[in-house]
């Protein structure tokens, strides 16, 4: 079974700071990978996916992630993070199956 | 399109009582997902429907825990006889088939055993 780390639980940073966030997974076939944010009071919404070809995929509000298969990483990156960025990150996975399997969570609070 | 619909959103209920949720999926998804979140936590798998089938359940969807699609649109998600451990947001998501296009979860009922 397919399983997500995300070893930042809580993530402080300034305006313009840039942001990575971890992400391990533990699978050994093949796996499609997700970033899901939730904003404060909103539903899971889905930032980026990746599934084949070009590692690095670009989500929407600037966010991006980079699949390293050697490392069974998949990190979030934003060059420079707003306060409107402010919510929870959940890296997820799915491998074999349908089913997402999420991480922890990590949240960003963001500063003015 | 009116996204994921989830009723109701809050939920409190006295310990042994039941309680059914419901989930509304975008319409022209076939595939529905329940999933449970408790605070700290990322969403857990509970049991996902391709059309009216269910296809797989989790260990954590006991006996007091049932879900049905009865005609491949909304689903219900009942727990019986609930326990204070049930007290968390339970997610409702839908996709089209094919895992390639990712979830779209509605905005989850919180349920609260007193």
């Known amino acids: 079974a397919q399983s997500v780390s995300q070893h930042n639980h809580h993530v402080i940073l300034s305006e313009a700071a840039s942001l990575e966030l971890g992400c391990n997974y533990s699978?050994?076939?093949?796996?499609?990978l997700f970033w899901y944010v939730q904003y404060p009071g909103q539903h899971l919404q889905l930032l980026l996916k990746y599934f084949s070809g070009d590692p690095l995929v670009k989500g929407i509000k600037g966010f991006e992630a980079e699949f390293i298969k050697s490392k069974f990483s998949f990190n979030l990156r934003k060059p420079s993070v707003q306060w409107s960025d402010t919510a929870e990150y959940f890296c997820a996975v799915t491998g074999g199956g349908n089913k997402l399997t999420f991480g922890t969570g990590t949240q960003l609070k963001v500063e003015l | 399109d009116t996204g994921v619909s989830q009723n109701p959103r809050h939920k409190i209920t006295k310990r042994g009582q039941n309680v059914t949720f419901r989930c509304d999926p975008i319409?022209?998804?076939?595939?529905l997902y329940w999933y449970r979140q408790t605070l700290g936590q990322g969403p857990e798998f509970l049991t996902y429907?391709?059309?009216?089938?269910?296809?797989?359940k989790s260990r954590l969807l006991s006996d007091r825990f049932s879900a049905e699609r009865p005609k491949g649109s909304f689903s219900t998600l009942e727990i019986q006889r609930t326990e204070q451990g049930d007290s968390a947001m339970y997610l409702c998501?839908?996709?089209?088939?094919?895992?390639?296009?990712?979830?779209?979860f509605g905005s989850g009922t919180r349920l609260t055993v007193v």
């Open positions: 319409s022209e998804h076939n595939r």
């Open positions: 998501a839908s996709s089209p088939t094919g895992i390639n296009y990712g979830y779209t």
């Open positions: 699978y050994g076939g093949t796996v499609n």
């Open positions: 429907f391709q059309n009216e089938a269910q296809l797989e």
